[in-house]
């Protein structure tokens, strides 16, 4: 029963932890948050910065909730209906902090892990009552993408996976949930494809990262922001859809166009990489560049609200 879900603790509040925080005041949730670095400032600042977006997509909100911080780990989570864990990706770590996050909770309440890629049934194994740790993995920024892929570990009670897709569902998510237990969930593996392809092109001197973005930016970019690739690929068929497409085009899977396996990952790509992505910011800082793209994916999730496509459907109407 995701109403019955006032409060949640935010464990962790780097740029996801925040975001989590942002979405959940949003719609009226009280946030209990946490960090070994202490920096409720900043905290606050990332809040602020994400309500004019959030407001521009949301424009009758239920009334805001509270947020709290708390130092001590077992003072934050304590009182909470539902956990959102996010630390560094690291297994040992994660294993570890979700175990004390377990013997400091309520028994029934819901841990999630806004892991990107480790499986559940390890980090939840030093757990007690590890039916409750599940995978609860958004996208950033998070109070603006809907996105959130959930899955369980071997241990996980299907009936908390139920709970947190309702729960997630009911802040403006499009809870998606895996199939089977698999590294890198759906969308991260897919990504790391893109980007290890991406490393080599780099690598290779075929294109700048300016090119890059640009190639997708302005072609399949778009038509993934309302139908993804497959479907995509249908239409790209013709009337005969995607066996034509495959019959048609199939034959150049043979061909060695891209690269499964990445770079080494050299000093000497490190720098092309970053004075390429330092040369494209042309002096906008990381914060102006949050803007800009806040500002990019409000008018396209407005857009596909009035189409009723994709991430538009988990917007409200507009009156």
Same mark, same amino acid.
């Given at each position: 029963m995701s109403a019955d879900i006032k409060t949640v603790a935010v464990v962790g509040t780097g740029v996801i932890g925040a975001g989590w925080a942002a979405r959940l005041l949003f719609n009226g949730i009280n946030v209990t948050a946490t960090d070994p670095g202490g920096a409720p400032e900043r905290l606050r600042e990332s809040v602020e910065n994400a309500w004019a977006s959030m407001s521009a997509l949301f424009p009758n909100p239920p009334a805001r909730g509270e947020l709290r911080f708390e130092r001590n780990l077992v003072d934050a989570v304590g009182d909470a209906d539902f956990v959102q864990e996010n630390a560094p990706e690291n297994e040992d770590l994660k294993r570890e902090l979700l175990a004390e996050i377990s013997r400091a909770t309520k028994p029934e309440v819901p841990i999630a892990s806004s892991s990107s890629g480790l499986l559940p049934s390890r980090i939840q194994s030093d757990c007690i009552t590890p039916e409750r740790v599940l995978i609860g993995h958004p996208f950033n920024p998070v109070y603006l993408l809907p996105l959130v892929e959930t899955l369980g570990g071997d241990r996980t009670d299907p009936a908390v996976l139920d709970l947190a897709d309702a729960f997630y569902t009911s802040i403006g998510m499009h809870a998606l949930r895996?199939?089977?237990?698999? =590294?890198?969930?759906?969308? +991260?593996?897919?990504?790391?494809?893109?980007?290890?392809?991406?490393?080599?092109?780099?690598? +290779?001197g075929i294109a700048t990262t300016d090119e890059i973005d640009r190639a997708i930016a302005y072609g399949p970019g778009l038509r993934w922001a309302g139908m993804g690739t497959c479907l995509t690929f249908h239409l790209a068929g013709g009337a005969g859809g995607m066996r034509h497409m495959l019959e048609h085009f199939g034959p150049a899977?043979?061909?060695?166009? %891209?690269?499964?396996?990445?770079? =080494?990952? %050299?000093?000497?790509?490190? =720098?092309?990489?970053? +004075?390429?992505?330092?040369?494209?910011? +042309?002096?906008?800082?990381?914060?102006?560049?949050e803007r800009e793209r806040d500002a990019y994916l409000v008018a396209v999730l407005q857009a596909l609200r009035d189409v009723n496509v994709g991430a538009g459907q988990t917007l409200p109407p507009v009156n």
């Open positions: 895996v199939r089977r237990e698999v =590294e890198g969930y759906i969308s +991260d593996r897919l990504q790391e494809a893109m980007w290890r392809e991406i490393l080599h092109m780099v690598k +290779d899977l043979e061909q060695p166009w %891209t690269h499964l396996k990445a770079p =080494e990952l %050299t000093p000497e790509l490190i =720098e092309r990489m970053a +004075d390429g992505c330092e040369a494209q910011a +042309d002096g906008r800082s990381v914060r102006d560049l």
